[in-house]
């Protein structure tokens, strides 16, 4: 049975995951920022809210009582310095409210995207102003999923707001009791913790609508088997030429093996797992050199070569590892390994009836 390439089962990987990011195609939730600014913004005032009123209170009874202006005698240049220090007084008396929900609104942002810079967005898109692609978004599912979620928290809003109300129906029946400054004081009072619990209420909903959102990007970013070959294909190249290319590398590594392993003194191997061929020539080498190494079907051709042409193989498990991860081909054997290959090769001359390399100079130097 055929494939079906419409069967997204496979997770994103992750440069499909990139692509969508820096394409801002990001799971997030805009009902989380608007509650946790709510929140915030109601707790800075409720923090601060006393130190400001009583500022403000100062601000306006020094500017409508006249201290701020002078009547006519104030020339146009005066009343501009008197607009700055307007605006930069008003500014540090709001600046806890306001820093806060800037505060907030960054923090939230990061919370859900991390930091995520992409200019493309800031420019005009003509194709949102088409009237039948904003009434296909409207009527679409996701609308009407959004229209009921939104109806959804109006209601939780009215039922919130009129709970917390009737729970201070007595107080609110007692006002009638108070003056003026204690009735501004209590509705002050009310109006803040009342909006408190609906932004409570409202967190709470944008929690679970955030938990959706993620649940709904990660099916949207699932993909089928047919596009993670495609990404693959696109980003590695055509699987039948990287075939091709690794056949390529295997024969010419065989052929640089079946020129290399005859000319070899010794093959010490693993026993099977590895094999490394090695090759000395005093006269034209100081030390001796790996001609040639391989591991699993390459340390098989190797120790196949060498029966072929005569070459002695000699099993030294250590020693064979030790050569094949610390030395390349063509290096020669460092000094910490020389002695144990110096004894193969003296093993190998002595079986092959030959002379050691050195010894006769050392006999004559023995005789004289």
Request: charged content about 20%; glycine content about 6%.
């Amino acid at each position: 049975m055929a494939e079906q390439t419409d069967d997204k089962s496979q997770e994103a990987t992750p440069h499909r995951r990139q692509e969508a990011r820096d394409k801002g195609q990001v799971a997030m939730s805009q009902d989380l920022g608007s509650a946790v600014v709510l929140i915030a913004g109601l707790a800075a005032i409720m923090l601060a809210g006393k130190s400001m009123a009583r500022q403000l209170g100062h601000f306006a009874r020094g500017q409508f009582a006249g201290e701020g202006w002078d009547g006519g005698l104030l020339t146009n240049a005066a009343a501009a310095a008197q607009l700055n220090d307007l605006a930069v007084r008003l500014l540090f008396i709001l600046l806890p409210v306001m820093g806060t929900l800037l505060l907030a609104a960054v923090l939230v942002n990061l919370f859900q995207i991390g930091f995520l810079f992409l200019p493309d967005k800031l420019a005009p898109d003509i194709s949102r102003l088409n009237p039948l692609a904003g009434l296909k978004r409207i009527f679409s599912l996701s609308g009407l999923m959004k229209l009921l979620f939104g109806i959804f928290k109006i209601t939780v809003i009215v039922i919130v707001a009129f709970w917390s109300l009737y729970n201070r129906y007595d107080e609110l029946l007692a006002l009638v009791s108070l003056d003026i400054l204690q009735i501004g004081i209590f509705m002050i009072d009310i109006l803040l913790w009342t909006g408190m619990k609906i932004g409570l209420a409202l967190l709470l909903l944008a929690i679970l609508d955030y938990a959706y959102q993620r649940w709904k990007h990660e099916q949207d970013m699932m993909m089928s088997h047919q596009e993670v070959r495609e990404e693959m294909k696109n980003m590695q190249g055509d699987p039948q030429i990287i075939a091709r290319r690794r056949q390529v590398q295997r024969q010419l590594a065989l052929q640089r093996l079946e020129s290399a392993v005859p000319k070899a003194d010794v093959v010490v191997t693993n026993p099977t797992e590895l094999a490394v061929a090695i090759q000395y020539d005093p006269e034209k080498m100081l030390a001796p050199i790996v001609c040639a190494k391989g591991a699993g079907v390459l340390a098989s051709r190797i120790r196949r070569l060498a029966l072929e042409h005569n070459v002695p193989i000699v099993e030294k498990k250590p020693l064979a590892q030790s050569l094949y991860k610390d030395v390349d081909v063509g290096s020669p054997v460092p000094d910490k390994m020389y002695a144990a290959v110096a004894e193969i090769l003296a093993y190998v001359y002595q079986l092959k009836g030959k002379a050691i390399p050195g010894s006769e100079q050392a006999t004559g130097a023995s005789a004289a």
